[in-house]
């Protein structure tokens, strides 16, 4: 071992110095950079000529683990001095269906056009292959990557191609468009998550709500 190396133990730190070594004296040489040992606390020499602390710890005392798990403040009681005021929140109900939606990935070529734009050749593609493809299902979309139903498509697993014509003033404008099956997404389990409050509150599912509650706004 190094004799610039510091002496280590478990849980425990100890002075270091340019060299220690144990004695059978109680005092300390401080001209050879030796610290005075903690209470408790003897050096001991191994064959190996690795140095080590042994230590004893009087009950009760108290030695911090090496990692804390965190865990999430408790809320406090519920207070009681003051007086109650009635105040306006930009927030209301909702009651949320305990079904299943279904998360299909759409790919839109040319890309990166405007969510404007997207959302115009998705509603095109909706009502030209309705009696095909999307019937009575009113999908909701993100102007993105995402379109929910509450029913399946009839497409299965498998990823299925449009070719979407939006009529222009001087040009038609043609997109390639693509839908892909991804997951079914449980409102039921976000329905528990929210009424419980036990179970951790699946992302996917909020994902699908703020889409479904964004769809209409972003429509007009």
Not at 36 to 57: F, L, M, Q
Not at 110 to 132: G, I, L, S, T
């Amino acid at each position: 071992m190094p004799e610039d190396e510091p002496l280590r133990s478990e849980g425990v730190p100890y002075a270091t110095g340019e060299e220690q070594r144990a004695t059978s004296s109680s005092s300390t040489r401080k001209s050879e950079g030796i610290g005075p040992k903690p209470k408790g606390c003897s050096a001991v020499d191994v064959s190996s000529g690795e140095r080590k602390v042994r230590c004893s710890v009087a009950a009760g005392t108290y030695l911090p683990p090496l990692q804390q798990v965190f865990q999430a403040p408790r809320r406090p009681g519920i207070g009681t001095v003051g007086k109650p005021i009635k105040l306006l929140a930009n927030y209301f109900e909702v009651d949320i269906p305990k079904i299943d939606v279904y998360h299909y990935e759409v790919d839109i070529k040319p890309d990166k056009c405007p969510r404007r734009v997207n959302r115009e050749v998705v509603e095109y593609m909706v009502q030209h292959f309705k009696p095909q493809i999307f019937g009575d299902r009113k999908p909701v979309y993100d102007g993105k990557k995402n379109i929910y139903t509450v029913t399946a498509l009839p497409i299965g697993n498998e990823r299925v191609d449009f070719e979407v014509t939006i009529p222009g003033e001087g040009k038609d404008r043609i997109f390639k468009v693509s839908i892909k099956w991804m997951a079914i997404v449980s409102w039921r389990m976000l329905h528990e998550a929210l009424v419980s409050g036990q179970i951790p509150v699946p992302l996917e599912s909020v994902q699908a709500l703020d889409v479904a509650m964004r769809h209409l706004a972003s429509m007009r």
